[in-house]
T-cell receptor
Framework: DGGITQSPKYLFRKEGQNVTLSCEQN?????MYWYRQDPGQGLRLIYY???????QKGDIAEGYSVSREKKESFPLTVTSAQKNPTAFYLC??????????????FGPGTRLTVT | GDSVTQMEGPVTLSEEAFLTINCTYTATGYPSLFWYVQYPGEGLQLLLKATKADDKGSNKGFEATYRKETTSFHLEKGSVQVSDSAVYFC????????????FGKGTHLIIQP
Protein backbone atom coordinates (compact mmCIF):
# COMPACT_ATOMS: atom_id res chain seq x y z
CA ASP A 1 0.00 0.00 0.00
CA GLY A 2 1.18 3.50 -0.78
CA GLY A 3 1.59 5.90 2.04
CA ILE A 4 3.81 7.84 4.39
CA THR A 5 5.69 6.21 7.22
CA GLN A 6 7.18 7.99 10.19
CA SER A 7 9.39 6.38 12.73
CA PRO A 8 9.53 5.97 15.58
CA LYS A 9 6.02 6.63 16.89
CA TYR A 10 7.35 7.73 20.27
CA LEU A 11 10.77 9.25 20.92
CA PHE A 12 12.36 10.32 24.18
CA ARG A 13 15.48 12.43 24.46
CA LYS A 14 17.43 14.35 27.04
CA GLU A 15 17.71 18.10 26.76
CA GLY A 16 20.74 19.17 24.76
CA GLN A 17 20.69 16.21 22.37
CA ASN A 18 19.93 16.43 18.69
CA VAL A 19 17.36 13.96 17.39
CA THR A 20 16.34 12.98 13.85
CA LEU A 21 12.80 12.04 12.89
CA SER A 22 12.30 9.83 9.86
CA CYS A 23 9.75 10.35 7.08
CA GLU A 24 9.45 8.13 4.01
CA GLN A 25 6.80 8.14 1.27
CA ASN A 26 6.16 5.74 -1.60
CA UNK A 27 3.48 7.84 -3.27
CA UNK A 28 5.91 9.31 -5.80
CA UNK A 29 4.97 12.78 -4.57
CA UNK A 30 7.15 15.73 -5.43
CA UNK A 31 6.62 17.85 -2.33
CA MET A 32 7.13 16.99 1.32
CA TYR A 33 6.40 18.93 4.49
CA TRP A 34 7.04 18.92 8.21
CA TYR A 35 4.50 20.30 10.67
CA ARG A 36 4.51 20.65 14.42
CA GLN A 37 1.35 20.17 16.48
CA ASP A 38 0.98 21.34 20.07
CA PRO A 39 -2.05 20.66 22.33
CA GLY A 40 -4.99 22.85 21.40
CA GLN A 41 -3.14 24.32 18.45
CA GLY A 42 -3.38 23.87 14.77
CA LEU A 43 -0.47 22.63 12.73
CA ARG A 44 2.46 24.94 12.10
CA LEU A 45 4.79 24.52 9.14
CA ILE A 46 8.45 23.88 9.93
CA TYR A 47 10.06 23.13 6.54
CA TYR A 48 8.95 22.08 3.08
CA UNK A 49 10.60 20.75 -0.03
CA UNK A 50 9.42 20.85 -3.64
CA UNK A 51 12.16 18.74 -5.18
CA UNK A 52 15.25 16.80 -4.27
CA UNK A 53 18.12 18.87 -2.84
CA UNK A 54 15.87 21.88 -2.32
CA UNK A 55 13.93 22.95 0.76
CA GLN A 56 12.48 26.12 2.27
CA LYS A 57 11.86 27.37 5.78
CA GLY A 58 8.33 27.48 7.03
CA ASP A 59 6.87 29.60 9.79
CA ILE A 60 8.81 28.06 12.70
CA ALA A 61 12.10 26.75 11.27
CA GLU A 62 14.37 27.97 14.06
CA GLY A 63 16.06 25.08 15.85
CA TYR A 64 15.25 22.57 13.10
CA SER A 65 17.09 21.30 10.03
CA VAL A 66 16.13 19.03 7.12
CA SER A 67 17.60 17.32 4.08
CA ARG A 68 16.09 15.99 0.86
CA GLU A 69 18.65 13.71 -0.75
CA LYS A 70 16.06 11.33 -2.16
CA LYS A 71 12.55 11.96 -3.44
CA GLU A 72 11.11 9.45 -0.97
CA SER A 73 12.78 10.73 2.17
CA PHE A 74 12.63 13.98 4.15
CA PRO A 75 14.20 13.59 7.62
CA LEU A 76 13.83 16.30 10.25
CA THR A 77 16.50 17.02 12.85
CA VAL A 78 15.44 18.72 16.05
CA THR A 79 18.54 20.43 17.36
CA SER A 80 19.45 21.49 20.88
CA ALA A 81 18.74 25.07 19.77
CA GLN A 82 15.00 24.38 19.64
CA LYS A 83 13.71 25.83 22.90
CA ASN A 84 10.51 23.79 23.24
CA PRO A 85 10.99 20.59 21.24
CA THR A 86 8.37 18.45 22.98
CA ALA A 87 5.52 18.13 20.47
CA PHE A 88 3.78 15.89 17.95
CA TYR A 89 5.54 16.04 14.57
CA LEU A 90 3.70 15.31 11.35
CA CYS A 91 5.17 14.70 7.92
CA UNK A 92 3.09 15.23 4.79
CA UNK A 93 3.44 15.04 1.03
CA UNK A 94 1.59 16.27 -2.03
CA UNK A 95 1.71 15.30 -5.68
CA UNK A 96 2.18 18.67 -7.37
CA UNK A 97 3.23 21.41 -5.00
CA UNK A 98 2.29 24.28 -7.30
CA UNK A 99 -1.41 23.48 -7.55
CA UNK A 100 -3.54 24.53 -4.56
CA UNK A 101 -6.21 21.92 -5.22
CA UNK A 102 -3.80 19.10 -4.48
CA UNK A 103 -4.37 17.90 -0.95
CA UNK A 104 -1.61 16.87 1.38
CA UNK A 105 -1.32 13.32 2.69
CA PHE A 106 -0.13 12.87 6.25
CA GLY A 107 1.92 10.27 8.07
CA PRO A 108 0.95 8.86 11.48
CA GLY A 109 3.22 11.27 13.36
CA THR A 110 6.06 11.03 15.88
CA ARG A 111 5.55 12.18 19.45
CA LEU A 112 8.81 13.63 20.75
CA THR A 113 9.35 14.16 24.47
CA VAL A 114 12.44 15.99 25.66
CA THR A 115 13.24 16.07 29.38
CA GLY B 1 -1.54 36.82 5.86
CA ASP B 2 -3.90 33.92 5.46
CA SER B 3 -5.74 32.61 8.50
CA VAL B 4 -8.44 30.11 9.45
CA THR B 5 -10.78 30.43 12.42
CA GLN B 6 -12.76 27.50 13.79
CA MET B 7 -15.25 27.28 16.59
CA GLU B 8 -13.70 26.39 19.92
CA GLY B 9 -14.24 22.96 21.32
CA PRO B 10 -14.89 20.53 22.72
CA VAL B 11 -18.22 20.07 21.03
CA THR B 12 -20.29 17.37 22.72
CA LEU B 13 -23.32 15.86 20.99
CA SER B 14 -25.53 12.85 21.39
CA GLU B 15 -25.50 10.11 18.77
CA GLU B 16 -27.76 10.89 15.76
CA ALA B 17 -27.63 14.64 16.42
CA PHE B 18 -27.01 17.19 13.67
CA LEU B 19 -23.46 18.53 13.50
CA THR B 20 -22.16 21.91 12.40
CA ILE B 21 -18.57 23.00 12.91
CA ASN B 22 -18.01 26.57 11.80
CA CYS B 23 -14.97 27.62 9.79
CA THR B 24 -14.19 31.05 8.37
CA TYR B 25 -11.08 32.14 6.57
CA THR B 26 -9.08 35.17 5.52
CA ALA B 27 -7.17 35.02 2.26
CA THR B 28 -6.03 37.48 -0.36
CA GLY B 29 -6.96 35.34 -3.36
CA TYR B 30 -9.07 32.31 -4.11
CA PRO B 31 -7.89 29.46 -1.93
CA SER B 32 -8.75 25.80 -1.96
CA LEU B 33 -10.42 24.70 1.27
CA PHE B 34 -10.08 21.43 3.15
CA TRP B 35 -11.43 19.58 6.16
CA TYR B 36 -9.12 17.08 7.82
CA VAL B 37 -9.93 14.66 10.65
CA GLN B 38 -7.52 13.40 13.30
CA TYR B 39 -8.28 10.38 15.46
CA PRO B 40 -6.44 10.03 18.80
CA GLY B 41 -2.72 9.47 18.40
CA GLU B 42 -2.86 9.46 14.61
CA GLY B 43 -2.01 11.69 11.68
CA LEU B 44 -4.51 13.72 9.70
CA GLN B 45 -6.82 12.26 7.07
CA LEU B 46 -8.43 14.33 4.35
CA LEU B 47 -12.19 14.36 4.88
CA LEU B 48 -13.31 16.60 2.01
CA LYS B 49 -12.26 19.57 -0.08
CA ALA B 50 -13.57 22.33 -2.35
CA THR B 51 -11.52 24.25 -4.85
CA LYS B 52 -13.79 27.11 -5.97
CA ALA B 53 -16.74 29.15 -4.81
CA ASP B 54 -20.06 27.29 -4.42
CA ASP B 55 -18.36 23.91 -4.67
CA LYS B 56 -19.65 21.35 -2.19
CA GLY B 57 -17.27 18.77 -0.82
CA SER B 58 -18.74 15.60 0.65
CA ASN B 59 -17.53 12.33 2.12
CA LYS B 60 -18.83 9.77 4.63
CA GLY B 61 -21.98 11.79 5.24
CA PHE B 62 -20.06 15.02 5.91
CA GLU B 63 -20.57 18.06 3.69
CA ALA B 64 -19.14 21.57 3.40
CA THR B 65 -19.88 24.31 0.88
CA TYR B 66 -17.35 26.93 -0.20
CA ARG B 67 -19.06 30.28 0.44
CA LYS B 68 -16.97 33.10 -0.96
CA GLU B 69 -19.41 35.83 0.05
CA THR B 70 -19.15 34.88 3.71
CA THR B 71 -15.60 33.43 3.49
CA SER B 72 -16.85 30.28 5.19
CA PHE B 73 -16.57 26.50 4.83
CA HIS B 74 -18.75 25.06 7.60
CA LEU B 75 -18.71 21.30 8.15
CA GLU B 76 -22.07 19.54 8.54
CA LYS B 77 -23.38 16.04 9.10
CA GLY B 78 -26.99 15.07 9.48
CA SER B 79 -26.62 12.26 12.01
CA VAL B 80 -23.38 11.74 13.92
CA GLN B 81 -22.10 8.46 15.29
CA VAL B 82 -19.82 7.66 18.21
CA SER B 83 -17.13 6.77 15.67
CA ASP B 84 -17.12 10.40 14.46
CA SER B 85 -15.47 11.46 17.71
CA ALA B 86 -12.19 13.08 16.66
CA VAL B 87 -10.51 16.45 16.11
CA TYR B 88 -11.52 18.26 12.94
CA PHE B 89 -9.27 20.80 11.22
CA CYS B 90 -10.26 23.34 8.61
CA UNK B 91 -7.42 24.39 6.30
CA UNK B 92 -6.72 26.45 3.21
CA UNK B 93 -4.14 26.52 0.45
CA UNK B 94 -3.73 29.62 -1.62
CA UNK B 95 -1.93 30.27 -4.85
CA UNK B 96 0.62 28.28 -6.75
CA UNK B 97 3.36 28.21 -4.18
CA UNK B 98 4.72 25.06 -2.67
CA UNK B 99 4.35 26.15 0.91
CA UNK B 100 2.11 24.35 3.34
CA UNK B 101 -1.53 24.50 4.32
CA UNK B 102 -2.82 27.11 6.75
CA PHE B 103 -4.74 25.34 9.53
CA GLY B 104 -7.31 26.35 12.08
CA LYS B 105 -6.70 25.25 15.67
CA GLY B 106 -9.00 22.28 15.41
CA THR B 107 -12.35 21.39 16.96
CA HIS B 108 -12.57 18.40 19.28
CA LEU B 109 -15.85 16.57 18.69
CA ILE B 110 -17.18 14.15 21.30
CA ILE B 111 -20.20 12.00 20.46
CA GLN B 112 -21.98 10.33 23.38
CA PRO B 113 -24.03 7.17 22.89
Amino acid sequence: DGGITQSPKYLFRKEGQNVTLSCEQNLNHDAMYWYRQDPGQGLRLIYYSQIVNDFQKGDIAEGYSVSREKKESFPLTVTSAQKNPTAFYLCASSLKPGLPSYEQYFGPGTRLTVT
Amino acid sequence: GDSVTQMEGPVTLSEEAFLTINCTYTATGYPSLFWYVQYPGEGLQLLLKATKADDKGSNKGFEATYRKETTSFHLEKGSVQVSDSAVYFCALKEGGGADGLTFGKGTHLIIQP
